[in-house]
């Protein structure tokens, strides 16, 4: 089993800017792409940015290219999502995820953290 726990969400202004954490702990293996995504009230679950083991390549949706960066220490077993020029269709539970590939990433889920972009 691996665990992942979420931290760095919190309550933005539309423009500001949020990092968010993600630390894997338990069985986990040296290999595997990390990600990042998001649900919204009301909606699905979508997929935000991953990357891979390295960190050499990375994936974004393209409502956030540009704005956000998705970054790993594979040392440390983390993932960060650095997020800025937030707007309020930002606002969702932001969950971390990790599995095989960058477009494969349903092995684990965390738990989810709340970012919120007042308008």
């Known amino acids: 089993q691996v665990q992942l726990v979420e931290s760095g969400g919190g309550l933005v202004q539309a423009g500001g800017s949020l990092g968010l954490s993600c630390v894997a702990s338990g069985r986990t293996n040296s290999g595997y792409a990390m990600g990042w995504f998001r649900q919204a009230p009301g909606k699905e679950r979508e997929f935000v940015a991953s990357i891979s083991w390295g960190g050499y390549r990375t994936r974004y949706t393209d409502s956030v290219k540009g704005r956000f960066t998705i970054s790993r220490d594979s040392a440390k077993n983390t993932v960060y999502l650095q997020m800025s020029s937030l707007k309020p269709e930002d606002t969702a539970v932001y969950y971390c995820?990790?599995?095989?590939?960058?477009?494969?990433?349903?092995?684990?889920w965390g738990q989810g953290t709340q970012v919120t972009v007042s308008s």
């Open positions: 995820a990790v599995g095989p590939t960058l477009y494969n990433l349903n092995d684990y």
